[in-house]
């Protein structure tokens, strides 16, 4: 039996930095997913603006 799960797509969240993998939830919008939670994606990071 072969597992594909092995060979999933995986990103760094820009809020903890910890690697997060594919999910089928994310199928149609992975270009776009920048969190791994909603916990991150309420935590994240302000922007710093340059003066």
Known sequence: MAHK?????VK????C???FS???KWERNW???KYCSE???RHKPK???HE
């Open 12 to 15: 760094t969240c820009i809020t």
């Open 31 to 33: 270009n776009n997913v």
């Open 47 to 49: 922007k710093i603006i």
């Open 17 to 19: 930095k910890k690697p």
């Open 39 to 41: 916990k991150c994606k």
């Open 22 to 24: 594919w999910r089928k």
């Open 5 to 9: 799960k092995l060979h999933l797509p």
